[in-house]
Nanobody, 125 residues
Framework: QVQLQESGPRLVKPSQTLSLTCSLS??????????WNWIRQPPGKGLEWMGA???????YDSPALKSRTSISRDTSKNQFTLQLSAATPEDTAKYYC?????????????????WGRGTQVTVSS
């Protein structure tokens, strides 16, 4: 069974780029049956889908983030990454990487897909 692990800085200053990596074990990022997603949950709020990489390598971004996101994969390292530019305190959240069988842009719940443990990122000066 695939396992996902998020890593990256826990503290980011405003206006900087937030960068996270998701490392996979027990499965391949080249799988033809998986989408690789980034999802976040701000304190006291619901889950927000940020974007995903398709089996083809194509990328889907959330329009709500207004082109601030860049999602990519490194097949040699079996990882995929998230970069969120121009961070603000409103980007403070727990960030998750998630494997899903289909592209899903809304209505996320924790029971769907395979989730990493998440990593808390705070944007503060």
């Amino acid at each position: 069974q695939v396992q996902l692990q998020e890593s990256g800085p826990r503290l980011v200053k405003p206006s900087q780029t937030l960068s996270l990596t998701c490392s996979l074990s027990g499965g391949s990022i080249r799988s033809n049956y998986a989408y690789w997603n980034w999802i976040r949950q701000p304190p006291g709020k619901g889950l927000e889908w940020m974007g995903a990489i398709a089996p083809s390598g194509g990328v889907y971004d959330s329009p709500a983030l207004k082109s601030r996101t860049s999602i990519s994969r490194d097949t040699s390292k079996n990882q995929f990454t998230l970069q969120l530019s121009a961070a603000t305190p409103e980007d403070t959240a727990k960030y998750y990487c998630v494997k899903s069988p289909l592209l899903k842009t809304t209505g996320w719940v924790r029971e769907y897909g395979y989730w990493g443990r998440g990593t808390q990122v705070t944007v503060s000066s």
